[in-house]
């Protein structure tokens, strides 16, 4: 249960992208905000500013749809889970926080190629390797995996970087083909960490 005496009424929530996990926004909420953004599963902030709701998105189209919300201990402030529809900086940019690159790049890789997956075009490398099978991504996995290490040995950082971008593109790829997400081995890896 939030605690909306708290603040004025106004409850600061954070708003982060479900699939990069990356901050998007901050904005505050009244309980009339909550009620509606669970109700229509868009996210609804109280306009400080215009002094009215305000969902987000309402002029631009770039909504956020609501994935999940968590309250915080203290039952005073929200994070909530997204799906954007494009960016959701007024400035037009992906976040409201000027981080040079998407920390959380590859959950967004790992999305851009399950859209390959499920929408094909005849272009996309994706789908090339993809129609060759299973037993061909997985040579890529080993072969890009063997560059990755002659490159750590005797190669410069760039190259290095390269062809380690080159093994965990593919490896993502893979994953797809076996519907494994990354969530998965996230939370495998953490169950090991111990």
């Known amino acids: 249960m939030i605690d909306f005496k708290k603040n004025d009424g106004l409850i600061p929530v954070v ?30 902030f109280f ?11 309402e002029e631009s189209g770039n909504v956020l749809k609501v994935v999940s919300t968590h309250i ?3 039952q005073d402030t929200i994070l909530i889970k997204v799906k954007p529809a494009g960016p959701t900086c007024h ?9 040079k690159f998407n920390q959380n790049f590859l959950f967004y890789l790992e999305q851009i190629v399950k859209n390959r997956y499920k ?11 993809r129609k060759k099978g299973i037993n061909k991504i997985a040579q890529k996995v080993g072969e890009e995996a063997t560059e990755t290490v002659i490159a ?6 760039k190259d290095f970087i390269n062809e380690s971008s080159d093994l965990l593109f593919h490896l993502i790829v893979l994953l797809q083909e076996k519907n494994i997400s990354l969530k998965k081995i996230a939370k495998n890896l953490e169950s090991r960490h111990k």
């Open 119 to 129: 929408n094909p075009t005849e272009d996309s490398y994706v789908n090339k390797l």
């Open 15 to 44: 708003i982060q992208d479900n699939y990069t996990l990356e901050v998007l926004m901050l904005g505050y909420m009244n309980e009339e905000a909550w009620n509606k953004t669970k109700e229509e599963k868009l996210v609804t």
């Open 152 to 157: 750590a040995l005797n190669e410069t950082e």
């Open 47 to 57: 306009s400080r500013s215009k002094n009215r709701l305000w969902t987000k998105g």
């Open 91 to 99: 400035t037009g940019s992906r976040s409201c926080f000027q981080t």
């Open 72 to 74: 915080d201990c203290d």
